[in-house]
């Protein structure tokens, strides 16, 4: 793990210099203690001054160990001192109707990485 440069600051990577940048993230959730628990939609998103990258799944399922994860990669566009995040969403269906409610803030599991191509 390293940051030349300095340009990551807590969850939050910021372009040094105008250009196109390669950005990986993605997201584990631990989705409880029901196995093979049913998800309407998990979508993460790489945000960016310029644009919104989505990535995700419609009616999925979780694996064995109540884990699921979700992934993606962009070619961004960003200008100087422009920044980009990950955003997570997730929706879920039990007994009891739709929740948001995945786990708890320790069950998630994050990566965000890049580099400038040209």
């Known amino acids: 793990i390293f940051d030349i440069g300095a340009n990551v600051s807590s969850n939050t990577f910021t372009a040094p210099i105008t250009g196109i940048y390669l950005i990986n ?10 196995p093979l628990t049913n998800f309407r939609n998990a ?3 790489l945000q960016t001054s310029n644009r919104n ?4 799944y419609n009616n999925m399922y ?11 990669t962009a070619l961004c566009d960003m200008d100087a ?3 980009c995040y ?18 708890g803030s320790s ?3 994050t990566s965000l ?3 400038l191509v040209a």
């Not at 993230?25 to 029901?34: E, F, K, L, N, P």
């Not at 979780?62 to 993606?72: A, F, I, L």
């Not at 990950?86 to 786990?103: E, I, K, N, P």
């Open 25 to 34: 993230g993605q997201c584990r959730v631990d989705a409880g203690s029901t």
């Open 43 to 45: 979508v993460l998103s």
């Open 53 to 56: 990258y989505k990535f995700g």
């Open 62 to 72: 979780t694996n064995e160990d109540d884990q699921m994860m979700v992934w993606g």
């Open 81 to 83: 001192n422009d920044a």
């Open 86 to 103: 990950l955003q997570w969403y997730c929706s879920r269906f039990g007994a009891s109707g739709g929740t948001t409610t995945v786990g």
């Open 107 to 109: 069950y998630v599991r």
């Open 113 to 115: 990485s890049g580099f």
